[in-house]
């Protein structure tokens, strides 16, 4: 027959079609020139810092407000800056409180990551202490700093108590709508091919959920650093080491502007810093593996 | 076709892929049970194609979600020689795996030893002509590129069976017919059985040894039909056409007595 010979034709070009169904319908990725990146990410905080700086200098110069115990100028801060950089106490500031507040945040890991997973999948459980648990995220961890410093004392595990209670609801709500958020699809998918139990939470539930999870993890640190800051401000005690809020409540004491705005600085530094060294770039790469980011 | 003889089950379940038996199904309603599937019988011989054609509402997923072993039936036996592989409408890939990856992971819950996964799943990439997606994304890979990793993890798993859940279903025509030339060819090569649900005749008669026509609510075997049309055949060849023709009219008679009370 005639038609066979031409059947068997196409057949062998079979795969060339499907190649040339491939190429057409895949895009290549593209890499950023570092120019835009340039023009587009980094210039514009750079401008902005400018300016307010801009604008301090110029309350100062121009004498609209010039009692330095409310407004220092940036040369002082600047000069304290300096100064405690020379005493060599600058970085001690930093490290008493970042190594707090990561500790405190890898504990709150630890216990906010099976609490999320038993909330997610167990119902009874999530009728409990679900709502509670997104409830505590509104309330201010400093609400917790009296408390802890009557049950625990003016001492470290204070510190850490307010850090757990301020990050272990975000992380464990994260992860809770992380897990609400996997697609029942990825789930059934999983059971037939063999992933149930925890095999099916390790392979399928856990990595399906990680950009809530990692949402949570990211809100979580905030959520600590700030708890953290609150309890040095107002459990400062010098036996416990200068960290950076204590830093500001000594400033206030010693009604030395100068000293108060570098604490505040410091603490919103560290806490940037953080975020753009740890978590955002977490969050970057388990979006952009999963093609959920994309370029604009 | 002598393939599953090995593996199957010490009982009579050598001769059958999957044997329904009077499977019934039936969901709470708000009004007393409601009944999907109402005594299913159906066979699939080892190595055999059979598509699955039925309106909305027949309870075509229902079914595979019974033969898959995710749902339990209500009535009726249903045995298959051992667990089916299954494949959706959507590649139902994990998206935070590579496509080798993806097959690796079936394959290690299949018990493969680990130094032996990376090998088998290249193998596994080349028989659906997907060499170099190994160490792609999902997201960096077409439609139809998906659905044959898909195919690909579903055949990691080694099963008798390959369930097919209207797989083509959201490609592109071009794609769609080479992806049934794939499928017959891989069905070949393999030997795997295969149960294939469609709403689309057309598939279903160029695909299928047997087409079996499901009836709505509740879900019934209407009528069966064997094709034996050579392989490799097109879609748009007429012995298709025409058979499709008579079975489109089967199923009209079908949907319309739906809309008559």
Redesign the interface.
């Known amino acids: 027959m005639a038609s066979t010979e031409t059947?068997t034709t196409?057949?062998t070009g079979?795969?060339g079609?499907?190649?040339g169904?491939?190429a057409?319908?895949?895009t290549a990725?593209r890499r950023t020139p570092w120019r835009q990146t340039f023009t587009e990410k980094i210039l514009p905080p750079v401008i902005a810092v400018a300016v307010v700086l801009v604008v301090w200098q110029a309350l100062i110069s121009l004498k609209i407000v010039d009692d330095p115990t409310k407004l220092p100028s940036p040369g002082a801060v600047g000069d304290q800056f300096a100064e405690s950089w020379r005493k060599g106490e600058l970085l001690g500031y930093i490290w008493t409180s970042v190594s707090r507040g990561l500790l405190g945040f890898a504990f709150a890991l630890l216990i906010g990551t099976p609490l999320g997973l038993l909330v997610a999948r167990v119902k009874f459980v999530r009728a409990a202490i679900g709502p509670i648990l997104s409830g505590l995220q509104s309330l201010p961890s400093v609400a917790w700093v009296p408390p802890a410093v009557i049950w625990l004392g003016l001492n470290n595990s204070m510190m850490y108590a307010v850090i757990l209670l301020g990050a272990v609801p975000s992380i464990a709500n994260g992860l809770v709508s992380g897990v609400d958020q996997v697609p029942p699809?990825?789930l059934?998918?999983g059971?037939?091919?063999?992933?149930t139990g925890l095999?099916g939470v390790r392979?399928?539930l856990l990595?399906?959920a990680?950009p809530g999870y990692v949402a949570g993890m990211k809100q979580g640190w905030a959520f600590s650093w700030r708890s953290l800051m609150a309890a040095e401000i107002i459990a400062s005690f010098p036996d416990l080491g200068v960290g950076l809020g204590q830093l500001l409540e000594n400033g206030r004491n010693a009604l030395d502007m100068a000293m108060v705005f570098e604490a505040i600085l410091l603490i919103l530094f560290v806490g940037i810093a953080i975020d753009l060294l740890i978590f955002s770039p977490l969050e970057r790469w388990?979006l952009r593996?999963?093609?959920?980011l994309v370029k604009s | 076709m002598a393939t599953s003889t090995t593996l199957a089950k010490a009982d009579e379940s050598v001769a059958h892929a999957a044997r329904l038996d009077h499977v019934s199904k039936s969901f709470p309603g708000p009004s007393g049970p409601q009944l999907v599937l109402d005594d299913i019988s159906l066979d699939v011989a080892p190595g055999e194609f059979v598509t699955l054609l039925g309106a909305s509402g027949c309870g075509k997923s229902t079914l595979l979600n019974l033969v898959a072993g995710l749902d339990r039936p209500t009535a009726g036996s249903l045995t298959t020689d051992g667990r089916p592989a299954l494949m959706f409408q959507e590649h139902a890939l994990f998206p935070w795996l590579t496509a080798g990856k993806n097959i690796e992971l079936a394959l290690k819950l299949r018990g493969v030893a680990k130094a032996e996964r990376p090998g088998k799943a290249r193998e596994l990439l080349e028989l659906v002509r997907l060499k170099g997606a190994y160490g792609k994304r999902v997201h960096e890979l077409s439609g139809g590129m998906r659905q044959r990793v898909a195919l690909a993890r579903a055949l990691a798993q080694e099963s008798k069976l390959l369930l097919m859940d209207e797989p083509f279903a959201a490609l592109d025509a071009i794609t769609r017919d080479v992806l049934h030339d794939e499928l017959t060819r891989i069905w070949a090569e393999t030997g795997v059985s295969v149960l294939f649900v469609t709403h689309n005749v057309r598939e279903a008669v160029r695909l299928a040894q047997r087409v079996v026509l499901l009836s709505s609510r509740p879900g019934r075997i209407a009528r069966e039909w064997t094709v034996d049309i050579p392989q490799p055949r097109r879609i748009e060849d007429a012995p298709v056409a025409e058979l499709s023709l008579g079975i489109t009219e089967v199923l009209r008679e079908e949907i319309r007595r739906h809309g008559q009370h």
Request: aromatic share 2%.
């Open positions: 059947k196409e057949r079979l795969a079609i499907e190649a169904l491939d057409l319908e895949s990725a699809l990825f059934r998918a059971r037939t091919m063999g992933a095999k392979h399928v990595p399906a990680l388990v593996s999963r093609g959920l």
